[in-house]
């Protein structure tokens, strides 16, 4: 089954470093001491065995059709294996992708003061990432000494891109990956197996407010786990930090702000904006007597809008920040504190029953205002042209009204990526 793009919002860190510098105790936060992530292993590695069995145990009972994990993956410390081998089995116990780079790095932003501030040795895409295309090649990357001090925003905002960078590819048994074979999650049930950006798309997404009929067409939109990323990443965030290993609980918590952020975006928590669900029904109907084309090209132009939301929003964020216009409405969205009240903490099952919600109630009207101020555009941004299209010079042709309830709309969604940054600051300080 055909889904939206894999990436919810482009720059996860943009968004990371407006939403806490917005609170003070964030901005006061002593700075932590970078270590490789071998070093916290061969500190808690034994603590960890048990904590990871707890965790599994914990998303075997609550989240919703959860592949258990293969008993042979639990984790085991061996204190005499080399450092490398910690990480593997880590990673391979929490049924990540073995093979993240994960150095110590920070990613700069991009505003003329940080870059021009820097003194650190620069790093590569590749050094980072495990993805072949650069579609944040931008992106200023800059490497940390073991033991270097640094800003606990900076290892936040950085790690909150950092599960875009290839943590969860390749992980379903028909993805041609050994690991994959091995993880217990199954045949991947959404997106295009073959494509590896595409099979992060069920931990990054969770359409849990479809219609019935909906799920009747598509089992697979019922397994979605971004439940389970969130509850792992936050419940090594905390252990983490009361360990004394403060870098890496901060590096965790960016991690698990991520998948929080991804389910603000609505294209991430609705299948089919704008489409009836007669229509999808017909469409499935079509598909099943040999008629896909319909069914296809609706996935499609999905895809293709999202996409286009996503530069139009990254191009004006970026704009704003190179030209150091800190005040531009589009950043100040993320630091909406008043998107707060009444729902400071982010529990486990907020994911499902707020945010997501949210955002799926917010879809179809995005879905048509993307549409109208973008006529045509969304075949070309499937045929990868939109990182070098100026989607602001395109919304500048379109209706003003149109134009500035896209720009509200966008502001809304920037202030709910914001919120649920704060509120799982706020549960793991």
Request: charged share 20%; no cysteine.
């Amino acid at each position: 089954m055909a889904v939206s793009a894999a990436h919810a919002w482009t720059t996860h860190a943009i968004g990371t470093w407006q939403a806490l510098n917005a609170l003070p105790e964030v901005r006061s936060e002593p700075m932590v001491k970078a270590e490789p992530l071998a070093s916290f292993l061969k500190d808690q590695g034994p603590v960890l065995e048990g904590l990871l069995q707890q965790e599994e145990q914990w998303a075997r009972g609550h989240i919703r059709n959860y592949p258990a994990r293969p008993e042979v993956l639990s984790y085991r410390h061996d204190k005499d294996a080399d450092p490398s081998v910690w990480v593997h089995r880590f990673l391979s116990a929490v049924r990540a992708n073995p093979n993240m780079p994960l150095p110590l790095y920070l990613q700069l932003q991009p505003t003329p003061q940080a870059l021009a501030d820097n003194h650190r040795p620069g790093l590569t895409w590749q050094d980072v990432s495990l993805h072949k295309d650069a579609h944040m090649a931008d992106n200023k990357f800059v490497a940390l000494r073991d033991a270097e001090f640094v800003s606990v925003l900076d290892v936040i905002a950085t790690a909150s891109d950092e599960p875009d960078y290839g943590l969860d590819i390749g992980l379903w048994e028909n993805n041609a990956t050994e690991f994959g074979q091995n993880y217990g999650f199954g045949k991947q049930p959404l997106g295009d197996p073959k494509h590896p950006a595409s099979s992060q798309v069920s931990f990054h997404s969770g359409y849990f407010h479809e219609s019935p009929l909906m799920y009747a067409s598509s089992g697979a939109l019922r397994r979605t786990f971004p439940e389970y990323r969130l509850h792992l990443w936050q419940t090594l965030a905390r252990h983490a930090m009361l360990s004394g290993h403060s870098y890496w609980g901060w590096r965790f918590a960016g991690w698990a702000m991520h998948y929080a952020q991804d389910l603000t975006q609505p294209y991430h928590a609705s299948v089919l904006p704008s489409r009836s669900v007669a229509s999808m029904w017909w469409g499935d109907v079509l598909a099943l007597t040999g008629l896909p084309q319909a069914k296809d090209e609706a996935y499609a132009q999905v895809s293709g809008r999202h996409a286009v939301l996503e530069s139009f929003h990254q191009q004006s964020l970026l704009s704003a920040l190179h030209k150091g216009e800190l005040n531009h409405p589009h950043l100040l969205a993320f630091a909406n504190l008043s998107k707060d009240q009444g729902r400071l903490v982010l529990t486990e099952f907020s994911l499902r029953d707020d945010v997501s919600k949210s955002a799926y109630a917010a879809a179809d009207e995005l879905d048509a205002l993307v549409i109208k101020t973008f006529p045509m555009m969304g075949n070309e941004a499937v045929n990868g042209a939109q990182s070098v299209t100026n989607y602001s010079a395109i919304a500048q042709q379109s209706n003003p009204a149109t134009r500035d309830a896209l720009d509200k709309n966008l502001r809304d969604l920037s202030g709910n990526f914001g919120r649920v940054t704060r509120a799982i600051w706020r549960r793991l300080r």
